[in-house]
């Protein structure tokens, strides 16, 4: 098997290494939790993405901009992508971009006011690009999800690019919020580095990728993410020098 590993500190690229100054340890889940919580990122970002392009062929940037529209958030496991602007009496619902029929379709809520819950939501999703102190790219997409040990939320900031052949696997943070939405209980970074992986050498496509994960001895629910994002797995080296295979949302051990 053909093996592409390319770390940022090693490609000279604009992102720096961060400090190795050992963090307080991360926030664990359990195995199974991981897998789901990065199918479900995968499924909401996926919605997002597509409803934005949806959206866009509709109304320019340049409109959507005038009119503050500035988030979103996917309900409905990601049936449902709904679009929030600055209204005079704070957040509302602008566009609802709908998957019920498989496709997307974009309406204009007759009612814009927001629930509590989608309040909560947004109000995370800000919390989340908030967060960033160390960026590893120009671009961050966010993800929210029920937190599934407590009533709040986790909130997702993941470092994003416009380049197919970089999988960007460091620089996410994961907050855990409040159920209200407005206060950062936990600040976890899921990397100690902007790591960047190449997909391809020599103009030939990798068939697996493989790295160093240094935050926790199991793979973080990003890896899974990732490995969704890009359909390719991902070999992961842990500090007990544990080597795990993530494809797709499955993971195994494959040798301590």
């Known amino acids: 098997m053909r093996t592409v590993a390319a770390l940022a500190c090693a490609m000279s690229l604009a992102y720096p290494c961060w400090a190795q100054d050992a963090p307080p340890p991360i926030r664990q889940f359990d195995l199974p939790t991981i897998q789901k919580l990065g199918h479900d990122m995968y499924v909401q970002d996926q919605a997002a993405w597509h409803a934005t392009d949806a959206l866009q062929a509709l109304h320019s940037v340049a409109e959507l901009q005038k009119e503050k529209v500035h988030g979103w958030i996917v309900e409905a496991d990601g049936r449902l992508v709904r679009f929030i602007r600055d209204g005079e009496g704070g957040p509302e619902a602008a566009y609802d971009i709908n998957y019920a029929s498989g496709k997307p379709v974009v309406s204009v809520p ?44 986790l909130a997702w900031a993941l470092a994003a690019t416009l380049n197919p052949d970089r999988i960007m696997m460091g620089g996410h943070i994961r907050l855990t919020v409040s159920a209200d939405g407005t206060a950062v209980i936990r600040r976890d970074a899921l990397s100690r580095s902007c790591t960047i992986l190449g997909k391809s050498e020599g103009g030939r496509q990798a068939d697996s990728v493989l790295i160093t994960q240094l935050v926790s001895d199991i793979p973080v629910e990003t890896a899974v993410f990732k490995s969704l994002e890009h359909r390719i797995p991902i070999f992961i080296s842990t500090p007990d020098r544990a080597l795990w295979a993530v494809e797709g949302d499955k993971i195994r051990k494959v040798k301590q």
């Open 110 to 153: 007759q009612d814009r006011h927001l629930s509590d819950t989608e309040k909560a939501q947004h109000s995370a999703s800000l919390l989340a690009i908030k967060s960033i102190t160390q960026r590893c790219g120009e671009n961050y997409n966010t993800v929210v999800l029920r937190d599934p040990e407590g009533d709040g939320w």
